[in-house]
């Protein structure tokens, strides 16, 4: 699944790259990362990507429609 990692060091967000439909917009601020080695700042200064190759993103769908979520509207 790839991700945009964006920020700073001490304030990292990433937000799920959207590629085909149906999808899900997943995004998170202020995460915490720990791969080595880090990411440098001007790295994420200027938004890289990230891609999570251990969990294929078939396998977490099909995701739920919102108001099925806990507090969905």
């Known amino acids: 699944m790839p991700f945009?990692?964006?920020?700073t060091p001490e304030n990292i967000?990433?937000?799920h790259m959207l590629?085909?439909?149906p999808n899900i917009?997943?995004?998170?601020?202020?995460?915490?990362?720990?791969?080595?080695?880090?990411i440098p700042a001007n790295t994420?200064?200027?938004?890289?990507?990230?891609?999570?190759?251990?969990v294929p993103e078939s396998a977490?769908?099909?995701f739920l429609p919102t108001?099925?979520?806990v507090g969905g509207q």
């Open 4 to 7: 945009y990692l964006y920020g």
């Open 13 to 15: 967000h990433i937000d």
């Open 19 to 21: 590629l085909r439909a």
């Open 25 to 38: 917009q997943l995004s998170a601020s202020n995460i915490t990362l720990d791969v080595f080695p880090p």
């Open 44 to 54: 994420l200064k200027a938004g890289c990507i990230l891609f999570a190759d251990e």
């Open 60 to 62: 977490m769908q099909p």
């Open 67 to 69: 108001s099925q979520l």
